[in-house]
């Protein structure tokens, strides 16, 4: 194999970008770090999957830093995964909207569905069967990373949603939106 680039590290037995440990700004008064890449790790014959060691160090800045919460996506055949905080800002978010709105009762879902996964001292979780046939995982599972949360895919199966927005992009000329203005002035 080939020389490995100096910022690249050993990730649960794969070489991989080293955990990104730099704060990326605030998010509703709380300091951010990203989940980023993707991984795809086996599921052991206990139902128990390694969690990639960089998204398990971006875990560590949540209130409770050895758990993941796990629901099942309302648009895609996966699983959306994210950390304690985040949830409780999805929840203030939520509760901004009408209570007896379709849009409250829709959103609520989330965590009627919602599984707290206790990440063990090995850094695996067990994702419970509700969750894994929403998503059609078997023996595999790719963890993709979405930045502020990330996602549970079946491999093949995230192979061709990749494929597909990755066109849908190039033909809809998709780009990052101009960052926010700051006393009125558009920051570069």
Known sequence: MGEVPSFWGE?????????CRTSVGERWGKQVELFLSTYVNKVDRKGRVSVPATFRSTLTNNRYPNLLIAFPSIRLPTIEC?????????????????????????????????????IDGEGRVIV??????????????????????????????????????????????????PRRTTGGRQAS
Do not use: C
């Open 128 to 177: 419970p069967e509700a969750l894994k046939a929403h998503a059609h995982i078997g023996g595999e599972v790719a963890f993709v990373g979405l930045g502020a949360s990330f996602q549970l895919w079946d491999p093949a199966a995230y192979a061709e949603h990749r494929a597909m927005v990755r066109e849908r992009a190039a033909r809809q000329g998709t780009t990052l939106p």
């Open 11 to 19: 990730l649960d037995g794969a070489a991989g970008p080293t955990p």
């Open 82 to 118: 994210t950390g304690s905080d985040r949830m409780e800002e999805m929840q203030e978010r939520i509760e901004t909207l009408e209570q007896f709105s379709d849009e409250h009762e829709n959103l609520s879902l989330l965590f009627a569905e919602a599984q707290p996964l206790t």
